[in-house]
């Protein structure tokens, strides 16, 4: 596991170095993006503005953040933890991979521009390889592992068919190890972490894993993607 937190003090050919130890191939990442096809089963577009949230985990929060922040119809995205308790909500603690969170992103979306199955459809085509178990490119531990956290049981519903229809097709060479499990809560990481990847474009970590992604998105729904991200600042609580 790499402590990202290394990143903001070694110098780049240094943590280019630590980049390649740790197995990265950022060639190989971007082309595993692919554009997959609409869930046959989702909730219809509302026909009026409204707000919804999906909170979905897949490796590093920073690029599963920068990901939807880039889709339209998403109001705010926020970086933090699920899965385990209020008072181990804390990056440090969370880093040794036993307090049961997982790095998440809480995504509030306008239902009316962007339906749930939609976003998981990012979320599967760019955002993460739902067939690694606990880790995610450089980065390995239950913390980096896949979930859906479903708020109710439409997105339960939607978040089960659509893996199930993914298996079916046999999108992936390898099974789907993502999680869906309910939403207890979700914890806002530390302010350092929000909007990491518009703050940091030039973050060795960011430019290897994930600017490839949101490239992958704008390449393969263009007409999801947005340019412009909407930096919202998080109230800590």
Request: proline share 7%; aromatic share 10%.
């Amino acid at each position: 596991m790499i402590r990202r937190t290394a990143f903001h003090v070694v110098p780049l050919v240094a943590a280019l170095m630590v980049a390649g130890l740790s197995a990265c191939q950022p060639a190989a990442a971007a082309n595993s993006a692919q554009a997959l096809p609409s869930p046959t089963v989702d909730a219809p577009k509302a026909a009026v503005a409204g707000e919804q949230t999906a909170v979905l985990a897949g490796g590093c929060f920073w690029g599963i953040e920068a990901v939807f922040e880039h889709v339209k119809g998403v109001h705010k995205v926020v970086a933090g933890f699920s899965g385990g308790a209020a008072d181990t909500a804390h990056y440090d603690e969370v880093s040794d991979g036993d307090t049961g969170h997982a790095e998440s992103v809480r995504v509030q979306f306008d239902p009316a521009k962007v339906s749930y199955g939609q976003l998981l459809q990012v979320f599967f085509s760019v955002a993460l390889d739902p067939t690694e178990l606990n880790r995610q490119g450089p980065d390995s531990g239950t913390q980096y592992r896949s979930v859906i956290f479903y708020g109710d049981d439409e997105q339960k519903k939607i978040a089960t068919d659509y893996i199930a229809q993914l298996t079916a097709a046999k999108s992936f060479p390898a099974p789907i190890v993502t999680q869906v499990v309910p939403l207890k809560a979700f914890y806002p990481a530390e302010a350092y972490h929000q909007h990491y990847f518009s703050e940091h474009p030039d973050n060795p970590y960011i430019v290897i894993n994930d600017a490839p992604k949101v490239a992958n998105l704008q390449k393969l729904f263009p007409t999801l993607y947005q340019p412009e991200q909407q930096v919202v600042d998080v109230q800590m609580h």
